[in-house]
Nanobody
Framework: QVQLVESGGGLVQAGGSLRLSCAASGRIFSSYVMGWFRQAPGKEREFVASLRWSEGSRYYVDSVKGRFTISRDKDKNTVYLQMNSLIPEDTAVYYC????????????WGQGTQVTVSS
């Protein structure tokens, strides 16, 4: 069983930066894929970024490429989402999630953290 706890959300002006953290309790196996998702008011949840725990390969939705960076600290069992050049359209609740491998759905989810970007 894996529990995920996000932190680092808040209110920031357009052009600013935030770093989200996702602390995982329980064992993260090498096959795991860690992801960040977001859900804006009135919209469906969307994929933002993912990272393979073992070798660190990363994937991003087009709208955040060049602005967001997903990373991990294996010693701390923590995944990060560095968000730069924020725009109002990035406003959403951001969720951390974990899938047991490349072929499984995301099984474990955090409670979410609010990110609000003012214009």
């Amino acid at each position: 069983q894996v529990q995920l706890v996000e932190s680092g959300g808040g209110l920031v002006q357009a052009g600013g930066s935030l770093r989200l953290s996702c602390a995982a309790s329980g064992r993260i196996f090498s096959s795991y894929v860690m992801g960040w998702f977001r859900q804006a008011p009135g919209k469906e949840r969307e994929f933002v970024a993912s990272l393979r725990w073992s070798e660190g390969s990363r994937y991003y939705v087009d709208s955040v490429k060049g602005r967001f960076t997903i990373s991990r600290d294996k010693d701390k069992n923590t995944v990060y989402l560095q968000m730069n050049s924020l725009i109002p359209e990035d406003t959403a609740v951001y969720y951390c999630a974990a899938a047991e491998n490349d072929f499984s759905q995301y099984k474990y989810w955090g409670q979410g953290t609010q990110v609000t970007v003012s214009s």
